[in-house]
Protein backbone atom coordinates (compact mmCIF):
# COMPACT_ATOMS: atom_id res chain seq x y z
CA UNK A 1 0.00 0.00 0.00
CA UNK A 2 1.08 3.56 -0.71
CA UNK A 3 0.87 6.36 1.87
CA UNK A 4 -2.75 7.64 0.71
CA UNK A 5 -3.87 3.71 1.33
CA UNK A 6 -4.53 3.64 -2.37
CA UNK A 7 -2.96 -0.26 -3.84
CA UNK A 8 0.27 0.87 -5.74
CA UNK A 9 -0.72 1.21 -9.56
CA UNK A 10 -4.33 2.32 -8.95
CA UNK A 11 -3.94 4.69 -12.35
CA UNK A 12 -2.60 2.48 -14.55
CA UNK A 13 -0.81 3.62 -17.51
CA UNK A 14 -0.85 7.19 -17.16
CA UNK A 15 -0.20 9.86 -19.59
CA UNK A 16 0.36 13.66 -18.63
CA UNK A 17 0.25 16.80 -20.87
CA UNK A 18 1.13 19.48 -17.99
CA UNK A 19 1.99 22.26 -20.92
CA UNK A 20 2.15 25.86 -20.52
CA UNK A 21 -0.57 27.94 -21.17
CA UNK A 22 -1.20 28.46 -25.01
CA UNK A 23 1.97 26.37 -25.81
CA UNK A 24 0.39 23.53 -27.95
CA UNK A 25 -1.19 21.24 -25.50
CA UNK A 26 -4.77 21.68 -26.75
CA UNK A 27 -3.56 20.82 -30.33
CA UNK A 28 -1.86 17.62 -28.83
CA UNK A 29 -5.31 16.58 -27.66
CA UNK A 30 -7.29 17.18 -30.48
CA UNK A 31 -4.44 14.88 -32.30
CA UNK A 32 -3.80 12.44 -30.14
CA UNK A 33 -7.25 11.67 -29.32
CA UNK A 34 -7.56 9.89 -32.30
CA UNK A 35 -4.90 7.43 -31.25
CA UNK A 36 -6.67 3.85 -30.67
CA UNK A 37 -3.65 3.15 -27.41
CA UNK A 38 -4.86 6.63 -26.06
CA UNK A 39 -7.92 7.05 -23.80
CA UNK A 40 -9.54 10.21 -22.84
CA UNK A 41 -12.28 11.09 -20.98
CA UNK A 42 -15.22 13.54 -22.11
CA UNK A 43 -12.66 16.04 -20.06
CA UNK A 44 -10.00 17.56 -21.54
CA UNK A 45 -8.41 19.00 -18.40
CA UNK A 46 -9.43 17.20 -15.59
CA UNK A 47 -7.07 19.10 -12.92
CA UNK A 48 -7.43 16.46 -10.08
CA UNK A 49 -3.43 16.85 -8.91
CA UNK A 50 -3.67 20.15 -8.83
CA UNK A 51 -7.18 19.57 -6.89
CA UNK A 52 -5.27 17.20 -4.25
CA UNK A 53 -1.97 18.89 -4.14
CA UNK A 54 -2.27 22.73 -4.81
CA UNK A 55 -5.90 24.36 -3.97
CA UNK A 56 -8.68 21.91 -3.41
CA UNK A 57 -11.43 24.35 -4.46
CA UNK A 58 -10.46 23.42 -7.62
CA UNK A 59 -13.49 20.62 -7.85
CA UNK A 60 -15.71 21.74 -5.51
CA UNK A 61 -18.91 20.41 -5.38
CA UNK A 62 -20.07 23.71 -7.13
CA UNK A 63 -17.79 24.14 -10.01
CA UNK A 64 -18.17 20.20 -10.56
CA UNK A 65 -22.06 20.70 -11.43
CA UNK A 66 -21.91 23.86 -12.83
CA UNK A 67 -19.73 21.96 -15.82
CA UNK A 68 -21.74 18.98 -15.47
CA UNK A 69 -25.37 21.38 -16.26
CA UNK A 70 -23.09 23.79 -18.52
CA UNK A 71 -20.91 20.74 -20.74
CA UNK A 72 -23.40 17.68 -20.80
CA UNK A 73 -27.28 18.33 -19.20
CA UNK A 74 -28.26 21.51 -20.72
CA UNK A 75 -26.77 21.43 -24.58
CA UNK A 76 -27.76 18.64 -27.15
CA UNK A 77 -30.28 18.62 -29.08
CA UNK A 78 -32.90 15.96 -28.02
CA UNK A 79 -33.88 15.75 -32.09
CA UNK A 80 -30.31 15.37 -33.30
CA UNK A 81 -28.34 13.62 -30.23
CA UNK A 82 -27.09 9.87 -30.47
CA UNK A 83 -29.12 8.32 -27.32
CA UNK A 84 -25.60 5.71 -27.33
CA UNK A 85 -23.78 8.48 -26.76
CA UNK A 86 -25.97 10.70 -24.19
CA UNK A 87 -26.26 7.55 -22.08
CA UNK A 88 -21.97 7.59 -21.97
CA UNK A 89 -21.87 11.21 -21.36
CA UNK A 90 -24.60 10.95 -18.64
CA UNK A 91 -22.68 7.82 -16.83
CA UNK A 92 -19.26 9.43 -17.20
CA UNK A 93 -21.21 12.96 -15.19
CA UNK A 94 -22.31 10.63 -12.69
CA UNK A 95 -19.18 8.98 -11.85
CA UNK A 96 -17.91 13.10 -12.18
CA UNK A 97 -20.21 14.33 -9.51
CA UNK A 98 -19.36 11.40 -6.79
CA UNK A 99 -17.78 12.58 -3.90
CA UNK A 100 -15.68 12.28 -2.03
CA UNK A 101 -12.78 13.74 -4.82
CA UNK A 102 -9.94 11.52 -3.90
CA UNK A 103 -7.67 8.62 -6.16
CA UNK A 104 -10.70 6.19 -6.61
CA UNK A 105 -12.82 9.16 -7.73
CA UNK A 106 -10.32 10.23 -10.33
CA UNK A 107 -9.47 6.22 -11.46
CA UNK A 108 -13.21 6.09 -11.84
CA UNK A 109 -13.33 8.38 -14.61
CA UNK A 110 -11.48 6.64 -16.87
CA UNK A 111 -13.20 3.75 -18.51
CA UNK A 112 -10.62 2.49 -21.33
CA UNK A 113 -13.97 1.04 -23.39
CA UNK A 114 -11.35 -0.49 -25.95
CA UNK A 115 -9.07 -1.63 -23.67
CA UNK A 116 -6.68 0.97 -24.76
CA UNK A 117 -3.22 1.49 -23.03
CA UNK A 118 -2.69 4.91 -21.55
CA UNK A 119 -5.62 6.47 -19.53
CA UNK A 120 -4.58 10.87 -20.56
CA UNK A 121 -5.12 13.85 -18.57
CA UNK A 122 -3.86 17.18 -20.50
CA UNK A 123 -4.29 20.10 -17.17
CA UNK A 124 -1.97 23.19 -17.89
CA UNK A 125 -2.50 23.16 -14.10
CA UNK A 126 -0.08 20.46 -13.25
CA UNK A 127 2.58 22.61 -14.94
CA UNK A 128 2.57 24.10 -11.15
CA UNK A 129 2.44 20.72 -9.09
CA UNK A 130 5.09 21.18 -6.26
CA UNK A 131 8.42 18.88 -6.59
CA UNK A 132 6.82 16.21 -3.84
CA UNK A 133 3.72 15.58 -6.02
CA UNK A 134 5.66 13.97 -8.46
CA UNK A 135 6.59 10.93 -7.27
CA UNK A 136 3.38 10.09 -5.08
CA UNK A 137 1.79 10.35 -8.41
CA UNK A 138 4.53 8.09 -9.30
CA UNK A 139 3.90 5.57 -7.06
CA UNK A 140 0.46 5.22 -7.81
CA UNK A 141 0.79 4.55 -11.57
CA UNK A 142 1.83 1.23 -13.12
CA UNK A 143 3.49 3.57 -15.66
CA UNK A 144 3.34 7.28 -15.50
CA UNK A 145 4.71 9.70 -18.86
CA UNK A 146 4.67 13.42 -18.80
CA UNK A 147 4.88 15.76 -21.49
CA UNK A 148 5.88 19.44 -21.25
CA UNK A 149 5.54 21.70 -23.94
CA UNK A 150 7.02 25.25 -23.68
CA UNK A 151 6.92 28.04 -26.90
CA UNK A 152 9.02 31.06 -27.29
CA UNK A 153 8.16 32.97 -24.26
CA UNK A 154 7.49 36.46 -25.26
CA UNK A 155 5.44 34.93 -28.00
CA UNK A 156 3.34 32.48 -25.47
CA UNK A 157 2.81 35.16 -22.64
CA UNK A 158 1.30 38.04 -25.23
CA UNK A 159 -0.56 34.73 -26.29
CA UNK A 160 -1.80 34.34 -23.06
CA UNK A 161 -2.86 37.60 -21.88
CA UNK A 162 -4.65 37.85 -24.90
CA UNK A 163 -6.92 34.74 -24.39
CA UNK A 164 -7.46 35.07 -21.09
CA UNK A 165 -9.12 38.93 -21.78
CA UNK A 166 -10.71 37.07 -24.92
CA UNK A 167 -12.01 34.61 -22.60
CA UNK A 168 -13.18 37.34 -19.71
CA UNK A 169 -14.80 39.37 -22.52
CA UNK A 170 -12.41 42.66 -21.72
CA UNK A 171 -10.05 42.20 -24.35
CA UNK A 172 -11.06 45.40 -25.54
CA UNK A 173 -9.06 46.80 -22.34
CA UNK A 174 -5.71 45.91 -24.57
CA UNK A 175 -6.39 49.33 -26.51
CA UNK A 176 -7.04 51.51 -23.52
CA UNK A 177 -4.31 50.19 -21.27
CA UNK A 178 -0.59 51.42 -20.91
CA UNK A 179 2.62 49.44 -20.85
CA UNK A 180 2.71 49.67 -17.30
CA UNK A 181 -1.00 48.19 -17.06
CA UNK A 182 0.15 45.53 -19.48
CA UNK A 183 3.38 44.91 -18.15
CA UNK A 184 1.24 44.61 -14.22
CA UNK A 185 -1.35 42.37 -15.78
CA UNK A 186 1.11 39.86 -17.63
CA UNK A 187 2.70 39.65 -14.08
CA UNK A 188 -0.12 38.31 -11.75
CA UNK A 189 1.16 35.14 -10.43
CA UNK A 190 -1.52 32.84 -12.53
CA UNK A 191 -0.78 34.56 -16.09
CA UNK A 192 3.23 34.62 -15.43
CA UNK A 193 3.68 31.33 -13.25
CA UNK A 194 3.43 29.53 -16.75
CA UNK A 195 6.22 31.64 -17.90
CA UNK A 196 8.81 29.76 -15.59
CA UNK A 197 9.85 27.25 -17.85
CA UNK A 198 13.17 26.81 -15.75
CA UNK A 199 10.92 26.16 -12.54
CA UNK A 200 8.43 23.90 -13.73
CA UNK A 201 11.39 21.77 -15.28
CA UNK A 202 13.23 21.60 -12.04
CA UNK A 203 10.52 20.31 -10.11
CA UNK A 204 9.61 17.69 -12.59
CA UNK A 205 13.14 16.50 -13.09
CA UNK A 206 13.90 16.30 -9.42
CA UNK A 207 10.43 14.39 -9.04
CA UNK A 208 10.80 11.86 -11.65
CA UNK A 209 12.81 9.43 -12.89
CA UNK A 210 14.51 10.73 -16.56
CA UNK A 211 12.27 8.02 -18.92
CA UNK A 212 9.10 9.57 -17.36
CA UNK A 213 9.61 13.12 -18.61
CA UNK A 214 9.93 14.21 -22.06
CA UNK A 215 10.09 18.35 -23.00
CA UNK A 216 8.39 19.56 -26.03
CA UNK A 217 8.81 22.45 -28.17
CA UNK A 218 5.44 24.47 -29.88
CA UNK A 219 7.64 25.44 -32.04
CA UNK A 220 9.06 22.07 -33.58
CA UNK A 221 5.09 20.76 -33.21
CA UNK A 222 4.44 23.55 -35.70
CA UNK A 223 7.21 22.90 -37.97
CA UNK A 224 7.26 19.20 -37.71
CA UNK A 225 4.26 17.64 -36.00
CA UNK A 226 4.55 14.46 -37.41
CA UNK A 227 7.97 14.09 -36.27
CA UNK A 228 7.12 15.69 -33.22
CA UNK A 229 4.06 13.28 -32.80
CA UNK A 230 6.35 9.92 -33.46
CA UNK A 231 8.47 11.29 -30.94
CA UNK A 232 5.70 11.71 -28.27
CA UNK A 233 4.58 7.91 -29.27
CA UNK A 234 7.95 6.25 -29.36
CA UNK A 235 8.44 7.49 -25.59
CA UNK A 236 4.91 6.24 -24.98
CA UNK A 237 5.99 2.80 -26.46
CA UNK A 238 3.08 2.51 -29.03
CA UNK A 239 2.71 2.11 -32.37
CA UNK A 240 3.20 5.50 -34.93
CA UNK A 241 -0.48 6.32 -36.13
CA UNK A 242 -1.22 8.07 -39.48
CA UNK A 243 -3.37 11.48 -38.60
CA UNK A 244 -5.14 13.48 -41.43
CA UNK A 245 -3.49 16.03 -42.92
CA UNK A 246 -6.15 18.20 -41.71
CA UNK A 247 -5.97 17.71 -38.44
CA UNK A 248 -2.33 18.23 -38.15
CA UNK A 249 -2.73 21.76 -39.98
CA UNK A 250 -5.70 23.10 -37.83
CA UNK A 251 -5.40 25.90 -35.40
CA UNK A 252 -7.72 25.14 -31.98
CA UNK A 253 -7.94 27.98 -29.29
CA UNK A 254 -6.63 30.64 -31.11
CA UNK A 255 -5.73 34.17 -29.51
CA UNK A 256 -7.83 37.56 -30.92
CA UNK A 257 -5.43 38.78 -33.52
CA UNK A 258 -4.40 41.63 -32.38
CA UNK A 259 -0.77 42.69 -32.76
CA UNK A 260 1.91 42.07 -30.28
CA UNK A 261 3.18 45.94 -29.00
CA UNK A 262 7.08 46.79 -29.70
CA UNK A 263 7.38 47.57 -26.10
CA UNK A 264 6.19 44.31 -25.35
CA UNK A 265 9.19 42.20 -25.19
CA UNK A 266 11.21 44.88 -23.89
CA UNK A 267 9.43 45.38 -21.27
CA UNK A 268 10.23 41.50 -20.13
CA UNK A 269 13.72 41.63 -21.85
CA UNK A 270 15.52 40.32 -18.82
CA UNK A 271 12.80 37.97 -17.67
CA UNK A 272 13.06 35.98 -20.63
CA UNK A 273 16.99 36.17 -20.81
CA UNK A 274 16.80 34.27 -17.32
CA UNK A 275 14.20 31.79 -18.62
CA UNK A 276 16.48 30.84 -21.68
CA UNK A 277 19.48 30.32 -19.82
CA UNK A 278 17.43 28.26 -17.00
CA UNK A 279 16.07 25.95 -20.08
CA UNK A 280 19.59 25.71 -21.51
CA UNK A 281 20.64 24.42 -17.85
CA UNK A 282 18.55 21.99 -17.97
CA UNK A 283 20.12 20.50 -21.02
CA UNK A 284 17.53 21.80 -23.51
CA UNK A 285 18.21 23.65 -26.70
CA UNK A 286 15.59 26.22 -27.25
CA UNK A 287 14.72 26.70 -31.35
CA UNK A 288 16.51 29.02 -33.44
CA UNK A 289 13.39 31.31 -33.18
CA UNK A 290 13.89 32.16 -29.56
CA UNK A 291 16.85 33.94 -30.02
CA UNK A 292 15.62 35.99 -32.70
Known sequence: MTKTGIQPGLFGHLFLSVGAMKAGTTWLYSVL?????????PEKELHYFYHRYVDD?????RRRLTLAKDRYLDPFDP???????????????????????????????????RGETYNCDFSNLYTHLPQEAWPRIHADC???RVIYTMR???KRLWSHVKFHLQITGKIDALSDWSPRQIHD???????WDNAEYGAALRRMKAGLPQECLLPVFYEDMRSDPRGVLARIEDFLEIPHHTYDEVLLSQKVNASASIEM???????????FARIM?????????????WIA
Open 33 to 41: EKHPELHFT
Open 152 to 154: HPV
Open 277 to 289: DEVRAEGLQPPDS
Open 79 to 113: ARANPDRVRLNLHWVANYLQRPVDDLWYRNLFTRL
Open 261 to 271: PAHFGEMFKDD
Open 185 to 191: FAKLPFI
Open 142 to 144: TKL
Open 57 to 61: RQLSD
